[in-house]
C-alpha cells in the first residue's frame, strides 16, 4: 500500500498554546484582585471599569473562553491531526479560528469592564459578540469535521467522539440562549422573560460547564494520558458507556440550579433526577482515566505532567459528585446562594481545567520545540504549590458556605431571626476571604513559574516546524456493517451518523424541558398587580444590569421560614413575566432585593450607593460615585427599548411610549424632591452647584442623573405584591 507524506500544523497548536498563557495570566489576576476587593472594597473606589460587578464577568469569561477555550483548542488542533493522520482540513480555517477567537476576547475585555452586559452567566457578551461567536464556533466546527472526512485512519478514536459532542452541543445552546432582540449597537433584551429566561439560561449555564469545560477535556484526557504514561486506555467499552450516558443525562440537568425557585416543580425535578444519575458516567470516566495509570505510578512519582493529570483527574471526580449531591434538594437548600457554590465551581476550575491545560502544556512544548523541559524541578514545584492553593482556595470557601448557611436560618426561641443583619454573616466570614486570596495567590505563582519555565524552554530548544508524517490513503469499504463487526466499530468509522446520534442525544432532554415552559401558559400563572416597569424604572434596571449587581444579590426568595422572615413572601413564577432578562442571581455576597422597594427612603439609597459604609457598617459593598457624577442620563434610547419590550410581550402603549421622556422627567423629579428631605443632601447639592460654576461646568439636576434612576428601579422591586404586615 502506497504511503503518503504530509505536515502536521503545529504552527496553529502553538499560537493557541502561547494564547492559553497569556490569557491564563490575565483571568487569573483578575480573579486575584476581585478576592481583594473582598477585603478591600474601595480599593477601586471610583473607577467605574474597575468595579466589581463589572469585573467578576470579565473574570470568568476570560478563565472559561480565554484560558480554557483556547488551551481546548491547542489540545484538539493537536490531538485531530494525529489521530485522523491528516493535516487540518484549511490552514485558512485554522488561522481565522485562531484570530477570530482572539479578537472575540478582546472584545469581551473590553465592552464588559465599559458595562455592556445581558447579565446571564457566563453569557454576558452583548449581541454582535455573540455572532462573532457562533460565527468562528462554525468555522471550528467545519475543520474538525472537514479533517475527519480527509483522514487516512478508518475508526474515530474516542476523544473524537468527544470533540464532536463538543461542538454541536455548544452550538445549540449558544444560539438557544443568545436569542435577543437588539435596542442599539450594544444593546438588546433577551427573547425570554422571567421563568422561561432563568430555564433557558441554566440550561445553557450548566451544559457550558458541560460541554465547554467537561467534554472537550475528556477528549484530551482519553488523548493525553495514554500518550503521558505510555498505556492503552483502560477500557474500551467503559468509554463507550461513559460517552453516551454522559452527553444524554448532562443535558437535562440544568434546572437544579434553580431548585426551590419559581420555576415549575415537574422542571425542578426532572433536573434532579437526571442529576444524580451523572454521578455513573461521571465516575466512570474518572475510573477510566486513572486506571489507565496503571503500571505507570513509578512515572507518576517523577514525572510533573502525570502529577498534573492525576490531579486534574480527581479534581473532576470530586465535582462531579459534589455536583449530583448539590442537586438534592435539602442539600441544595443549605449550599445554594453560598460561598459553598464558589467552592464547588473552583474545584472543576482550578484542579479539572487548570491542571489538564498545565498537563497538556508541560507534555507539548517539549515534543514541538525537539528537546526537554527546561527545569522539571520547576514544574514540580509549580504542581506543589499550584497544588496548595487549591486546597486553601476551596477548603475556607466551604467553611464559609456551611457558616452562612447555619447563620442565616438560626432563630431565637421566640420566633425572631438569631441574625437578622445580613452583615453579620459577612463580618463572621472575612477570615475565610482572607484565606482565599493566600490560595489564589499561590495558584497564579505557579501560574508565573510556568510562563518561565515554558519561555525557557522554548529558547534553548528550536523553533516549533510543522511535523513530517506519513500514512496510507484510507480505502474505501462497504458503507455496511462488515461480517461480524459490532454496531459500535460500524459507528465509528461513520462520523455522519455518529454525530446524528449524539446529536439526537443531546437534543432530547432540552426538548422535553425548555418546550413546556414556553408553549404551555398554565406553567407561568399571570398575576393581575404585576404592571410593566415605568420608563425610569427600566433604565434603572438596565443600571442595575451594567453594573453587575446580579452578581451578589439575588431577586429570588425561596419557600423557607427563615427567607419569607428576612425578606418578605416567597417568589412567585408571575412576578418576573416582564424581566427581560431575569436577574434571580446565583450568589448571596448581599441579601435578598426581591421586596427591598419601600424599606428605605430614597436617601438612605442615595447615601448607600455612594458609600455603602455609612449606611452598613462592616459592608464589602463599593461605592459607585460614577452615578452621581454631574452628566446626565441617558434616554435616547428609551423610546427603542419599550418598543423592543413592547414587541417581547410587555404591554406598553403608543401614548406611553411616546411620552416615555415626560414620564422619567416627572418621576425623577420626586426622587429628587424626597432627596431634599435630607439637610446634609440640601447642603451638599448647593455646594456641587457651586463647584460646578467654579469649573465652568453646565450643572447638570439631581433629577437627571444615573443615580436616581437606579434608585427609582430599586424602590420598585417587590412592591406589585407586597404584603402589608
Given at each position: 500500500m502506497e504511503m503518503q507524506q504530509f505536515y502536521y500544523d503545529n504552527k496553529i497548536v502553538k499560537k493557541f498554546i502561547y494564547a492559553t498563557i497569556v490569557f491564563g495570566v490575565v483571568g487569573m ?118 479533517t475527519i472526512i480527509k483522514r487516512r485512519e478508518r475508526h474515530l478514536y474516542v476523544a473524537i467522539w468527544f470533540y464532536l459532542a463538543t461542538f454541536v452541543t455548544v452550538a445549540v445552546l449558544h ?364 433604565e434603572g434596571r438596565d443600571l442595575y444590569i451594567r453594573e453587575g449587581c446580579v452578581g451578589c444579590h439575588s431577586q429570588m426568595v425561596r419557600p423557607f421560614r427563615s427567607e419569607v422572615e428576612r ?159
Open positions: 489576576a483578575v480573579g486575584l484582585l476581585l478576592a481583594i476587593l473582598f477585603l478591600f472594597p474601595n480599593l477601586t473606589d471610583g473607577v467605574s471599569w474597575l468595579s466589581f460587578g463589572r469585573l467578576r464577568p470579565l473574570h470568568t469569561n476570560a478563565v472559561i473562553f480565554a484560558f480554557v477555550g483556547n488551551a481546548m483548542f491547542a489540545g484538539i488542533y493537536y490531538s485531530l491531526q494525529r489521530l485522523l493522520k491528516a493535516r487540518m482540513f484549511s490552514d485558512f480555517l485554522s488561522n481565522l479560528n485562531f484570530w477570530g477567537w482572539q479578537l472575540i476576547i478582546v472584545a469581551a475585555a473590553i465592552s464588559l469592564p465599559l458595562g455592556y452586559s445581558t447579565s446571564k452567566e457566563y453569557a454576558e457578551l452583548e449581541w454582535p459578540i455573540d455572532i462573532a461567536i457562533a460565527l468562528i464556533w462554525v468555522v471550528f466546527g467545519i475543520n474538525m469535521i472537514g444560539i438557544f440562549n443568545s436569542l435577543a432582540l437588539p435596542v442599539s449597537a450594544m444593546k438588546s433584551y433577551s427573547v425570554y422573560a422571567g421563568v422561561q429566561d432563568a430555564l433557558v439560561q441554566w440550561w445553557y449555564g450548566h451544559n457550558a460547564v458541560a460541554f465547554f469545560l467537561t467534554t472537550p477535556f475528556l477528549g484530551l484526557m482519553y488523548y493525553y494520558i495514554p500518550k503521558a504514561a505510555n498505556r492503552p486506555v483502560y477500557s474500551y467499552r467503559l468509554s463507550i458507556v461513559h460517552f453516551w450516558s454522559l452527553i444524554f443525562l448532562y443535558i437535562w440537568a440544568g434546572p437544579h440550579h434553580l431548585l426551590y425557585s419559581a420555576l415549575p416543580n415537574w422542571a425542578q425535578n426532572l433536573g434532579v433526577v437526571f442529576s444524580i444519575m451523572l454521578i455513573a458516567p461521571s465516575w466512570g470516566g474518572m475510573i477510566n482515566g486513572l486506571l489507565t495509570l496503571r503500571g505507570a505510578w513509578d512515572k507518576v512519582r517523577t514525572e510533573p505532567v502525570l502529577k498534573f493529570f492525576v490531579v486534574a483527574i480527581t479534581g473532576y471526580g470530586m465535582a462531579t459528585f459534589e455536583g449530583p449531591m448539590l442537586s438534592l434538594k435539602n442539600v441544595n437548600a443549605i449550599a445554594h446562594f453560598t460561598d459553598w457554590i464558589v467552592a464547588h465551581v473552583h474545584v472543576g476550575a482550578l484542579a479539572w481545567n487548570g491542571f489538564m491545560a498545565f498537563g497538556v502544556i508541560y507534555w507539548l512544548i517539549p515534543r514541538m520545540t525537539k528537546g526537554p523541559l527546561y527545569s522539571l524541578k520547576l514544574a514540580n514545584v509549580h504542581f506543589w504549590i499550584g497544588t496548595l492553593g487549591i486546597i486553601l482556595y476551596t477548603l475556607p470557601m466551604y467553611v464559609a458556605g456551611f457558616l452562612q448557611a447555619s447563620m442565616w436560618k438560626q432563630f431565637n426561641p421566640d420566633g425572631t431571626l438569631t441574625y437578622g443583619n445580613f452583615l453579620e454573616t459577612v463580618t463572621q466570614i472575612m477570615p475565610m476571604y482572607w484565606m482565599r486570596a493566600v490560595g489564589g495567590t499561590l495558584y497564579i505563582i505557579g501560574m508565573f513559574i510556568l510562563v518561565y519555565n515554558i519561555y525557557k524552554t522554548v529558547r534553548l530548544n528550536d523553533a516549533v516546524e510543522d511535523e513530517l508524517a506519513e500514512a496510507p490513503e484510507l480505502q474505501k469499504i462497504s458503507s455496511g456493517r462488515i461480517k461480524g463487526e459490532k454496531f459500535h466499530p460500524w459507528l465509528e468509522r461513520k462520523p455522519i451518523q455518529l454525530t446524528i446520534l449524539a446529536t439526537v442525544a443531546i437534543l432530547i432532554g432540552g426538548i422535553i424541558q425548555i418546550v413546556p415552559t414556553i408553549m404551555v401558559k398554565s406553567n407561568i400563572p399571570t398575576i393581575t398587580s404585576v404592571k410593566p416597569y415605568t420608563p425610569l424604572e427600566l425578606y418578605g413572601p416567597q417568589s412567585k413564577a408571575g412576578e418576573f413575566v416582564y424581566d427581560h432578562p431575569f436577574l434571580w442571581g446565583s450568589k448571596r455576597t448581599g441579601p435578598d432585593l426581591l421586596r427591598v422597594g419601600g424599606k428605605y427612603n430614597d436617601n438612605w439609597h442615595f447615601n448607600h450607593m455612594w458609600s455603602p459604609q455609612s449606611t452598613s457598617a462592616g459592608s464589602i459593598m463599593p461605592g459607585y460615585k460614577w452615578l452621581f457624577d454631574n452628566k446626565a442620563l441617558d434616554i435616547s434610547d428609551i423610546e427603542a427599548k419599550m418598543t423592543v419590550m413592547r414587541t417581547l410581550g410587555v404591554p406598553y402603549t403608543d401614548d406611553e411610549i411616546a411620552n416615555a421622556e415626560k414620564a422619567i422627567k416627572a418621576q425623577s423629579k420626586q426622587i429628587e424632591n424626597n432627596l431634599h428631605a435630607d439637610p446634609d443632601f440640601v447642603k451638599s447639592y448647593e455646594e456641587s452647584k457651586k463647584k460646578a460654576a467654579a469649573r465652568g461646568e453646565a450643572f447638570v439636576p439631581m433629577q437627571d442623573r444615573e443615580i436616581v434612576a437606579l434608585i427609582a428601579y430599586i424602590q420598585r422591586l417587590g412592591t406589585d405584591i407586597k404584603v402589608k404586615k
